[in-house]
């Protein structure tokens, strides 16, 4: 049970996004035992046609279930129907066209290709030096924000997935010039950062690290979005005390929150309120 926190989880997945492992029934029921006030949703939307998966996911079937959804804990829970859009600049315009015809609480931009390689594949690190594997997400994550189209950033130092594995031990501190023009960027565009406990599980580090969130925070970046990116209700709200107390040590005392992808802020912690 999450107890001291106004406690928020914004990457969340369902048997929506083809790789989610539950319903929007099943992950709000699991929200409301841990003790969540807000669910966000965030399905997956894919826009490369070599992608099997581009047109899995059904919007109208999803926001059908996201209304029933509202219904079914009105009261105990608030529950935001977002999506996570796998950034690529090459397609840029079917994002957008996408986004004006189709509403949301709030959209998450991740990037999971850079140069059309996965970044979580050894794919993506062979023949490549940490440095150019690092500094080439990064330009592409900044391409995203610069993008406009944004909420979100999410799970930054994704590549991190692999990247330890093929190049060793992480450290922002190689990279703290392309990390401080993107945070520049997103504060001039209002886009937060969030904390991603996923990398716990993956790599036993958040997605960012901590020093890269005090990087953040150096630039003028106030604005903060956790997420566990759960698949599955064990892993809904995944170690949220963990990036609530990065967030708090940093100097973050806030969380965002969305509705019609209108922007609100509310105090991490109740005794802050």
């Not at 001291?4 to 790789?19: E, K, L, P, W």
């Not at 594949?121 to 330009?139: I, L, P, Q, V």
């Not at 970046?221 to 709200?237: F, M, T, V």
């Amino acid at each position: 049970m999450i107890d001291g926190y106004y406690a928020i989880d914004y990457q969340v997945h369902s048997f929506r996004s083809h790789d989610g492992l539950a319903s929007i029934q099943d992950q709000c029921r699991r929200a409301v035992e841990i003790g969540l006030d807000e669910i966000g949703f965030s399905e997956h939307k894919d826009f490369d046609p070599a992608d099997p998966m581009a047109d899995y996911f059904d919007y109208d079937a999803y926001m059908t279930e996201i209304e029933a959804a509202r219904r079914e804990f009105a009261g105990a829970l608030k529950v935001r129907a977002g999506v996570e859009v796998d950034y690529q600049r090459w397609f840029e315009d079917r994002i957008a066209n996408y986004l004006d015809s189709h509403p949301f609480d709030f959209v998450i931009g991740s990037v999971h290709y850079v140069d059309r390689k996965m970044i979580m594949t050894e794919e993506y690190n062979a023949g490549r030096s940490a440095e150019r594997a690092y500094r080439d997400y990064f330009k592409a994550t900044a391409d995203s924000v610069s993008s406009g189209l944004i909420d979100i950033l999410g799970h930054l130092e994704y590549a991190n997935r692999r990247g330890i594995s093929a190049h060793g031990a992480y450290s922002p501190q190689p990279y703290r010039e392309e990390l401080e023009n993107l945070f520049r960027l997103m504060v001039e565009r209002g886009v937060p950062l969030e904390i991603n406990t996923a990398g716990l599980h993956h790599v036993g580090l958040t997605y960012p690290v901590a020093d890269t969130v005090e990087i953040y925070v150096e630039q003028g970046g106030r604005l903060l979005s956790i997420g566990s990116d759960g698949h599955e209700p064990a892993k809904l709200g995944y170690q949220y005390t963990t990036a609530a107390e990065i967030a708090l040590a940093k100097g973050l005392t806030h969380l965002c929150t969305w509705e019609s992808r209108q922007r609100s802020e509310v105090p991490i912690a109740s005794n802050l309120e």
